[in-house]
């Protein structure tokens, strides 16, 4: 038997000057069939990253039940929850994740025609939160034209973050700007 290492005998056809008989065919041992190792390994690397997504998840739920609770506020006739667009001197703030949000600008872009809120969220809480917020872009009859949403994370307890909600759906006219839903969890 041979080794792979080693050449050919000279009077093997696959040896130079070899007769015509086996031409194109490798004489000699056969190649070492592949092993699985590529495989198992590749599925081991899979197996590791699905077990750390899933334990972030688990965690994130696990952190998530820290977030105080939210004070229900019942939907108006047109299903859209009364939420003031921006905090007046002479009105007392909301109280929950809704009294952290406040809507500075609500416009419809004159080159996208996409409605886009910019938001000012103040961490009332006592522990660092994250936030989301969703905002309805509403007509002047309160029909609902369009959904945005915007979200910050890690914003310390008194602290601010500014950021913008964008819709995706071009519109014609004037437009207003509610809070649908603040959700507030522990960061």
Do not use: H
Not at 98 to 127: F, H, M, P, W, Y
């Amino acid at each position: 038997m041979s080794s792979p290492e080693q050449p050919p005998e000279s009077g093997s056809p696959s040896s130079a000057g070899g007769g015509r008989e086996g031409a194109g065919r490798a004489w000699g041992p056969r190649p070492p069939s592949r092993s699985r190792t590529g495989w198992i390994v590749g599925c081991s690397c899979l197996a590791v990253v699905v077990l750390a997504v899933i334990l972030v998840v688990v965690l994130l739920l696990v952190a998530g039940g820290d977030e105080e609770p939210e004070r229900e506020v019942p939907p108006s006739p047109t299903g859209v929850r009364p939420t003031a667009t921006t905090a007046s001197p002479g009105r007392p703030q909301e109280e929950g994740p809704e009294g952290d949000v406040q809507i500075t600008s609500c416009a419809v872009d004159s080159l996208t025609n996409l409605a886009r809120a910019e938001l000012l969220i103040t961490n009332r809480s006592s522990k660092p939160s994250n936030y989301i917020v969703q905002i309805e872009f509403v007509d002047a009859s309160g029909r609902r034209l369009d959904e945005g949403y915007a979200a910050t994370n890690n914003v310390a307890p008194g602290q601010q973050s500014s950021v913008a909600a964008q819709g995706l759906t071009q519109i014609d006219g004037p437009i207003t700007c509610r809070i649908a839903d603040v959700t507030r969890f522990a960061s």
